[in-house]
């Protein structure tokens, strides 16, 4: 699939279902709240450990253990799923000791093996291959719910100052370069250089680091500073977008951070209105990045 075909919105005819395979986060929870609100409830398969079955009480959904993954696409074949949306995160891989024998999982596990090999990217994209030579059309929650798409610009009442321009760019190539080799998709600038990059803890992970910089080395007394998070380059755009909301919003000034970027048309934010509320309460801007370089 193309990156234009993957950011083509769908429109749902009355024969389609859609399912959505829940990790952690909010974007699974906004996901299937704004499609029910539109009058197509999802199939919702709980990633056991890793989503709240709870938050999908409302919904038709079922439980799925990671080391049973080789059960998803039959799973959403007796629901009637006719498209699929992997949402939100997984922390951790298949244990091979605990995977359950069955012959789909003999015919996907050499496929399987090779994906890790590759990295989260080649997981995600050997699992939507799988899923769509059953029969069942991956898709983006971007695809499904446009609104959920970073815009360009300005997204709180509070704007980026001249410096922090300076900041978003550094951030920026960084976080650019890390999605390059598949490791992450942000990176935190302070004083016009990246001082932070997202690795296998994630977002609030490295964010955490931050903050606990702030108080030693080269960072002591610093100020201002800001979160970027950009797709990877050559991503494949219907798997794992990068995300913020709320909860971004406040690590963000737990870090000591003046503000957060994101890649307009190419990010997810949730919750839009109380991410910006929040932000606007605790002085944080919020700004969509185009493609080109910021400044």
Request: with cysteine.
């Amino acid at each position: 699939m193309t990156t234009a075909d993957s950011s083509e919105r769908i429109v749902l005819g009355g024969a389609d279902r859609v399912g959505i395979v829940a990790g952690s986060g909010l974007l699974p929870i906004d996901l299937a709240q704004k499609l029910t609100e539109a009058g197509k409830p999802p199939f919702v398969v709980v990633m056991t450990g890793e989503a709240d079955g709870a938050a999908f009480a409302s919904c038709e959904h079922e439980d799925l253990e990671l080391e049973n993954f080789a059960a998803l696409a039959g799973m959403l074949k007796r629901h009637g799923v006719t498209h699929v949306v992997m949402a939100g995160g997984i922390a951790r891989r298949p244990k091979i000791g605990r995977l359950r024998p069955s012959l789909a999982l003999l015919a996907l596990l050499p496929k399987a093996l090779a994906a890790l090999a590759r990295g989260d990217d080649g997981v995600l994209r050997s699992l939507a291959g799988t899923l769509e030579s059953a029969g069942v059309k991956v898709v983006g929650a971007h695809q499904l719910v446009p609104d959920l798409l970073a815009s360009a610009g300005p997204m709180t009442r509070l704007g980026p100052r001249k410096t922090d321009w300076r900041d978003l760019d550094a951030a920026l190539a960084a976080a650019r370069a890390i999605g390059a080799l598949d490791i992450g998709q942000g990176a935190v600038s302070i004083g016009g250089r990246a001082i932070a990059l997202e690795g296998i803890e994630g977002t609030d992970g490295m964010l955490e680091r931050v903050a606990a910089l702030r108080t030693h080395g080269r960072l002591a007394g610093k100020k201002r500073g800001v979160l970027v998070k950009c797709a990877k380059p050559g991503q494949e755009l219907r798997l794992d977008l990068p995300t913020i909301g709320p909860a971004t919003v406040d690590a963000a000034h737990r870090a000591g951070l003046a503000g957060i970027g994101v890649e307009a048309q190419r990010s997810l934010v949730l919750d839009y209105a109380a991410m910006v509320e929040k932000a606007d309460a605790l002085g944080l801007f919020v700004v969509g990045l185009s493609a080109e370089p910021v400044s």
